[in-house]
C-alpha cells in the first residue's frame, strides 16, 4: 500500500469496512492497525498534541501548522499558536475506529493506544475521550476513568453526550 495514493488508503479501510461487516472482527482489526501504521510512517505533519496518560498537551511551537483530523472545530474550543490545517485522510476517525473495534475485542490496552492517538490528531473528539474513558473503566483504572471522563465533559455538545458523561460520574461514585 503506498500511503502517497489517498484513493489506496481510502480502499483499504473499504476493504476493512467489508470485513468488519462480515463480523470478521480480528481480521478488520488487523486491517486497520496495519494501515494506521502505514500512514505514522510516511507522515510528517504535526498533530495537534501529545498524549501524557490521560490529558493532551500542548504541540512543541516549532512553527509549522497544525494539522489534525475534525469531527469538531479545534478553533472553538481553544485559540491554537499557529494555523489550523485539516489532514486529507480522517486519521483520527480511523483511530477512533480501531479503539472501538479493540474495545469490542477486549483489546482494552490497544484500544487505549488507539484513543489516545485519535485525541492526539483531534484534541476536542468527544467520542475518542469517552471511548478512553471505557479502556480505563474496563482495566480498572478509576482515577484516569474519572479524569478523562471531566475532560469529555467539556466537549459535550448534546443531551445524550452529557448523559453519557453524568453516567460516567454516577458509575465512579456510586
Keep these: 500500500m503506498d500511503i502517497k495514493k489517498l484513493a489506496d488508503v481510502k480502499d483499504r479501510f473499504a476493504d476493512y469496512e467489508k470485513i468488519f461487516n462480515s463480523g470478521d472482527y480480528d481480521k478488520a482489526a488487523d486491517i486497520l492497525s496495519a ?70 475485542l477486549s483489546k482494552f490496552r490497544r484500544a487505549e493506544d488507539a484513543f489516545k492517538k485519535a485525541i492526539c490528531w483531534n484534541p476536542v473528539d468527544l467520542d475518542s475521550y469517552l471511548g478512553l474513558a471505557e479502556c480505563y473503566k474496563n482495566l480498572n483504572m478509576l482515577s484516569r476513568y474519572l479524569d ?27
Design 35 to 104: 494501515i494506521l501504521e502505514r500512514i505514522e510512517e510516511c507522515t510528517d505533519e504535526r498533530k495537534a498534541g501529545t498524549m501524557d496518560d490521560t490529558f493532551v498537551k500542548k504541540s512543541d511551537m516549532d512553527g509549522r501548522p497544525i494539522y489534525i483530523s475534525l469531527n469538531h472545530v479545534m478553533e472553538y474550543y481553544f485559540e491554537p499558536e499557529t494555523d489550523v490545517l485539516c489532514t486529507e485522510l480522517p486519521v483520527g476517525e480511523y483511530y477512533r475506529t480501531y479503539g472501538s473495534l479493540c474495545l469490542k
Design 148 to 174: 478523562v471522563t471531566k475532560q469529555a465533559y467539556r466537549f459535550c455538545c448534546s443531551r445524550a453526550t452529557m448523559a453519557r458523561s453524568y453516567r460516567n460520574l454516577g458509575f465512579y461514585y456510586a
